[in-house]
């Protein structure tokens, strides 16, 4: 364990006992059974002082609170006090108090007195007495009490006997049920910490979006550990794909503090905790930010979470909800995991966002190269693979779909590389010979990609995007929907672009008639159901990418705008 | 079927275990209870103060926040009776915050480890007191060949 802290230990706080909290629920159960063992209950300390009187009512109710009754128990209980161990006494004739021991922790804290009435205790004096000064109804009292009237010396001593092992029994159980409260609470709470876990776990996988993983991240933990708000810092110097160039700070919860001050006072307290030679990984806990107490005695756990050697991101929480706001040990361990999994996410995300970019890079390079081979089509995978992928979302595809028909239609040409130059910027018409060159190009492409791993659903695009709607297409006359949907997409945005662009062989058309062409060409070269979303799209993004092209390019070739 | 005879060895070994939660008791207490060990419970400080006085144990288990005496507070008073002061003791705490060095060194606190905690390593934590107390021997020094002598329970000797 670190013994590096930058937190004052604040004071231990002390449990109640547990025994105490039981006590009032024992004498419960107890009072309930004696009552129907026909036995009047009261609860009494050490000096006798009552803390708890019988509950009947009516005439049996009055006559046990009147003052002669009072005086007789508290007696009682002096006596038993004084005494090791406290024998049943007779209060009156015929009427006798059972002691039951309250003991804890070892020592006697007072008495459950039990009162027994017996057959001759109704036609002693007390009765009569007591019911005249109190003016209480005699006959009354005496008929309630007749049918529990039937206890004598022996019978007194057998109950006792029973009652104290029926005591300990419940002092027993009380203490069974309280074990599996325990139990229970820290498996509830064991529960929902492997749930967390668990669930962390399963979402790390997903390395695309950062910012949902740590977003959720918060909003578990805080949940989990009962905080205010839970959230996740990272510095600038980060620079983490799919989050911004600025520190962020995501937050689960509402925090009692600001934003800012939040922000401030965790640049602080790691600055501090820096300069004080304090390990870089080492958890901090706050009891004040910027020079405040925080609200409650509450504080705050800040976990720096470390990369490449630096806390360059930290989880925190804070406002912590119930009867303790301090930070324990149980919510340390579970923020060290937090910030070990977002370290690995971070640098998970990072690594896989490199890597995609890399592999986009070189694909990219790839077909630039191929389509500054002829210096017509400068720019046209790049526009291809745009137009397939907004003509993809329109069909409804979702936004990885899209992105898998864009880097199709980035390739689409890549076959051309074994297309002799000069048939692929010829001026005049082909021949026989030369067409069938360029129809080669779609097989080339495929087997120059097929052997890149994770390309494999982007094949079928490259193979099949000169067919045509009716068959009458290359390589494999592939009709209708027999041709893959990415070949379909493709097809109508290479269609699309190159009537757009001057060719060797031909100008640029205008816009309005290569819509035109497009509606037209529905049914037979392209799909009629995607030509009408087609002519719809926005081409704004793609007139940009034309007049970029266009600036690299020889004044001589233009587009159509 | 015969005890192996590490286990009968560990029956003389008392251990206190000191925690207010009757669960953290149970657990504690029943896995030194299947090692062998004789368990003692207390559930409050004072309790355990009169324990370890009374049954001079070779290791006490405590935890920090106990009602009527805290475990920081039992282990210096244990600390200060010579009778006891040699009585190794493991600290559980649930607080966030660390104690710091120096007021360990004015108890017999030997090891502290944070809530939740697991029971194995707590286990595997006190043999190595007990082992560094000479209260139990260990083969080569080694924690392995203790935790096998475990694994072997049952089988006959």
């Known amino acids: 364990m670190s013994t590096s802290q930058v937190a004052q230990s604040g004071t231990i706080p002390t449990p109640l006992p547990a025994s105490q909290r039981f006590a009032h629920a024992a004498f419960d159960r107890l009072r309930d059974r004696c009552h129907g063992l026909g036995l009047s209950t009261w609860r009494c300390d050490n000096t006798g002082l009552v803390l708890r009187e019988p509950e009947e009512v009516g005439p049996v109710g009055l006559f046990l609170q009147s003052p002669v009754i009072l005086k007789f128990i508290t007696d009682a209980v002096r006596e038993w006090s004084l005494q090791d161990e406290p024998a049943i006494c007779e209060l009156f004739r015929g009427c006798w108090a059972i002691p039951i021991e309250e003991t804890h922790r070892h020592r006697r804290t007072g008495f459950t007195v039990l009162v027994a009435f017996g057959a001759e205790s109704l036609d002693g004096r007390t009765i009569v007495e007591t019911c005249g000064a109190e003016q209480l109804d005699a006959v009354g009292l005496k008929r309630s009490l007749t049918a529990r009237a039937t206890y004598t010396p022996h019978s007194c001593r057998l109950t006792r006997d029973a009652l104290l092992w029926m005591v300990q029994d419940l002092g027993t159980i009380a203490e069974h049920e309280q074990t599996t409260a325990g139990f229970t609470r820290q498996l509830t709470d064991s529960y929902e910490t492997i749930d967390l876990l668990y669930g962390l776990g399963r979402s790390m996988s997903d390395l695309t979006q950062p910012t949902k993983f740590i977003t959720r991240m918060c909003e578990r933990v805080k949940f989990t550990l009962g905080f205010g708000w839970v959230s996740v810092w990272t510095s600038a110097d980060e620079r983490s794909p799919g989050t911004s160039t600025s520190d962020r700070l995501y937050i689960g919860g509402e925090p009692s503090t600001s934003q800012t001050d939040l922000e401030s006072g965790i640049r602080d307290a790691l600055a501090r905790a820096s300069a004080e030679g304090h390990q870089d990984s080492a958890r901090i806990i706050l009891s004040e930010l910027n020079g405040k107490l925080l609200p409650g005695g509450s504080q705050i756990l800040l976990q720096p979470i470390v990369r490449g050697g630096r806390p360059l991101a930290a989880i925190m929480a804070g406002d912590k909800a119930g009867d303790d706001p301090q930070v324990s ?48 089509t400068c720019g046209h995978s790049e526009r291809v693979a745009h137009l397939s992928q907004q003509l993809a979302l329109a069909a409804g595809l979702s936004t990885e779909q899209a992105e898998r028909v864009r880097i199709a239609g980035l390739v689409h040409d ?98 309005a008639a290569v819509l035109t062409e497009i509606q037209k060409c529905a049914g037979s070269q392209l ?17 940009r990418m034309v007049a970029q092209h266009a600036a690299v390019q020889p004044g001589e070739l233009r587009h159509a705008a | 079927m015969q005890l192996p005879s590490s286990t009968v060895q560990n029956a003389s070994i008392r251990i206190v275990v000191a925690d207010d939660e009757a669960h953290i008791r149970l657990v504690v207490g029943g896995k030194f209870r299947s090692e062998g060990f004789t368990v003692v419970e207390a559930r409050d400080g004072e309790e355990a103060l009169e324990l370890v006085r009374s049954q001079m144990p070779s290791l006490l288990v405590t935890d920090l926040q106990m009602p009527y005496m805290n475990g920081l507070e039992l282990c210096t008073q244990l600390a200060a009776d010579l009778r006891t002061a040699s009585v190794p003791a493991l600290l559980l705490t649930a607080r966030g915050h660390i104690l710091e060095a120096d007021r360990l060194s004015a108890t017999i606190i030997k090891k502290v ?19 560094q107390s000479g209260a139990i021997g260990l083969s080569k020094g080694s924690i392995s060949d203790l935790r096998a002598s475990g694994a072997v329970k049952g089988e006959a000797a």
């Open chain 1, 414 to 511: 890549v076959g051309k590389i074994g297309v002799p130059e000069a048939v692929l910027s010829k001026a005049g018409k082909l021949t026989d010979e030369e067409f069938a060159a360029i129809k080669l190009h779609p097989e080339i492409g495929h087997r120059i990609l097929k052997d890149i791993p994770k390309l494999d659903d982007i094949l079928p695009g490259v193979l099949h995007h000169h067919e045509r709607y009716d068959g009458r297409g290359y390589p494999h006359g592939l009709k209708g929907d027999d041709i893959p949907l990415c070949g379909r997409l493709i097809a109508i945005a290479d269609t699309f672009d190159a009537m757009s662009s001057t060719r060797s062989y031909r100008s640029a058309l205008p816009r």
């Open chain 1, 527 to 543: 799909d009629p159901r995607l030509a009408p979303l087609f002519v719809k799209l926005d081409f704004t993004i793609y007139d």
């Open chain 1, 329 to 376: 040990s149980y919510d340390i361990q579970l923020l060290e995991a937090a910030a070990g999994f977002i370290g690995a996410f971070l640098d998970n995300s990072a690594l896989y966002a490199e890597q995609q970019a890399m592999f986009l890079g070189t694909l990219e390079a790839l077909t630039s190269s191929i389509d500054a081979k002829d210096r017509y």
């Open chain 2, 113 to 131: 480890m944070s809530k939740p905690f697991s029971v194995k390593s707590l286990f595997e934590q006190a043999t190595m007191l007990l082992a």
